[in-house]
């Protein structure tokens, strides 16, 4: 599934019908779409070839989606990973795994909770400059207390981020159409 695009073995399209909820059908599209981003047909693809699929381009975390991609930060990623990654987004995912993803998009330094560093990079991602330094610092920080359950005002865990984020409709705000 890494050296060359030209097919997809039965026991491959197995294998990530296995690990991600997607069919075999959506396998063989993803497939499809992964191959006319790999031009060199190398087996895979750059992290900006990613910013290529509409679903994902008009997103204003697309930078922290992508990253998340490439999970071993080679710039570029297979078909697996491109697979695996794009799972928690299909409209068949669980509700606990479109929460993960996202709590990962979140968890900017990747530290396992959400603190005002990352929630003010990812207000940045969003807003650019349009919001002062002095009120980012403020809304992160009001983030924080609103969210957190353990009341020290430091950090959201996954935990407390799960307790916010079931009224936010995640369900749809984290699914794409294949």
Sequence with gaps: MGASTSDLRPDEIEELCSLTPFSNKEIVRLFNRFKRLDRDNQGVISTDSLLEIPELAMNPLVTRIVNLFDSNQEEHINF?????????????ASLEDKME????????????????????????????????EKN????AKATLVEADTKHDGLSIDLDDFEKVMRSANLEQKFTITL
């Design 80 to 92: 697996k990973q491109f697979v695996t990654t794009l799972a928690p987004l299909s409209q068949y």
């Design 136 to 139: 980012l610092d403020l809304i």
């Design 101 to 132: 993803l996202a709590f990962r998009v979140y968890d900017v330094d990747g530290d396992g909770v959400i603190d005002q560093r990352d929630i003010k990079e990812i207000l940045l991602m969003m807003v650019g400059n349009e919001i002062s």
